[in-house]
């Protein structure tokens, strides 16, 4: 494990940033995802939440969504699986909202399902089986990544899933070396490394949900370098 956690302004939150930018790197992220199976952490809770409430749809909401890479795949993974499962996604930025639109409509999933939302200072919607965020909550300082888990906790019907990086060596090396090798964005190169530097490890993570009483979130690692909280409203 890295010993400090250093949070640092990522390139990709800086609200001036130019838009063709933004979606190169929302590009580029994309493979990152895709090879990195952002979405196949996700998927075995998911499904079995929806095997368990079918024959009536499972509605899922991906926060902080990006360009909708994981609520996409959730999607397709869902239909091959022949699961009734709808995946909505929202973010604060309309450029990632408008590249995900696109995305749902190249693969013929409905693109009004993405919609843009400022998580921290809006409130959550409600109505929502499962509440999902990947990749996000090392952006956030401590104050505002208890206070995300304590809306989604409360939003959420069923289930919330939370996947993020691990502050460790190996996982340095690896977002320094594969965002070089998988994308020409020098925001994601950029930002990359600084994402792993400012994640929380997965014992600051349960000391956060401890604090909104979630004493009984499970914690468990995944390839590469990431790892998940799963908890499930009684």
């Known amino acids: 494990m890295i010993a ?4 640092t302004m990522e390139l990709m939150d800086q609200p001036e940033l130019d838009p063709n930018l933004h979606v190169a790197a929302l590009h580029g992220l994309r493979r990152i995802n895709s090879i990195s199976r952002s979405a196949a952490i996700l998927w075995p809770s998911i499904a079995e939440a929806a095997s368990e409430l079918q024959p009536a749809p499972l509605h899922v909401l991906d926060l902080a969504c990006g360009g909708g ?4 795949a959730i999607s397709r993974l869902a239909r091959r699986a022949g699961l009734d499962v709808e995946v909505s996604g929202c973010d604060i930025s309309p450029v990632a909202i408008s590249e995900a639109r696109r995305s749902a409509e190249a693969y013929q999933f ?9 998580v921290l200072r809006q409130p959550l919607p409600i109505g929502f089986h499962v509440i999902t965020c990947s990749l996000f909550l090392h952006h956030l ?6 206070n995300l888990v304590r809306k989604m906790a409360d939003a959420t019907r069923k289930l919330m899933l939370i996947s993020d990086l691990r502050r460790t060596w190996l996982g340095l090396g690896l977002a320094w070396a594969g965002s070089r090798l998988l994308t020409r964005s020098p925001i994601v190169h950029t930002d990359a490394v600084r994402s792993v530097a400012g994640a929380f490890v997965e014992n600051e993570i349960a000391n956060l949900t401890v604090q909104h009483g979630l004493d009984d979130c499970v914690i468990t690692t995944h390839w590469p370098q990431r790892w998940l909280l799963w908890w499930r409203k009684h």
């Open 4 to 7: 400090a956690r250093r949070r």
């Open 69 to 72: 890479d994981n609520a996409l």
């Open 110 to 118: 409905e693109p009004s399902n993405y919609f843009q939302l400022d």
């Open 141 to 146: 300082s401590q104050e505002d990544a208890v």
